[in-house]
Nanobody, 126 residues
Framework: VQLQASGGGLVQVGDSLRLSCQAFGRTIGNFGMGWFRQAPGKEREFVAG????????YYTDSVKGRFTSSRDNAKNTVYLQMNSLKPEDTAVYYC????????????????????WGQGTLVTVSS
């Protein structure tokens, strides 16, 4: 499966952005999906994940209450709604897909994922 992330950009503190990750070649209904980010000089970190069924989501503490992950299997797309953006959210955001039979688990470790998108840059200016 190929993943294409989009929706990044330059925004001000407190603004919102919605990232999209569209899959090609396979249906994302077979995959648990995740969002990771990598800031300059830092390691890639888990941001949010959504189970294959969409029933369960999980977020890193720093984005809880501000970010929401969702999926539309009919559009083969997952989303990351980011509200109340902060300068520390500045990073390249990557979507990832993990093929698994389990429909309710959220995968939070990068090494668990099988496929990665190319990343989209989010810059939050103060």
């Amino acid at each position: 499966v190929q993943l294409q992330a989009s929706g990044g950009g330059l925004v001000q503190v407190g603004d919102s952005l919605r990232l999209s990750c569209q899959a090609f070649g396979r249906t994302i209904g077979n995959f648990g999906m995740g969002w990771f980010r990598q800031a300059p000089g830092k390691e890639r970190e888990f941001v949010a994940g959504i189970s294959r069924s969409g029933i369960n989501t999980y977020y890193t503490d720093s984005v809880k209450g501000r970010f929401t992950s969702s999926r539309d299997n009919a559009k083969n797309t997952v989303y990351l709604q980011m509200n109340s953006l902060k300068p520390e959210d500045t990073a390249v955001y990557y979507c990832a897909a993990k093929e698994d039979l389990n429909t309710i688990v959220v995968f939070t470790i990068a090494q668990q994922y099988d496929y990665w998108g190319q990343g989209t840059l989010v810059t939050v200016s103060s």
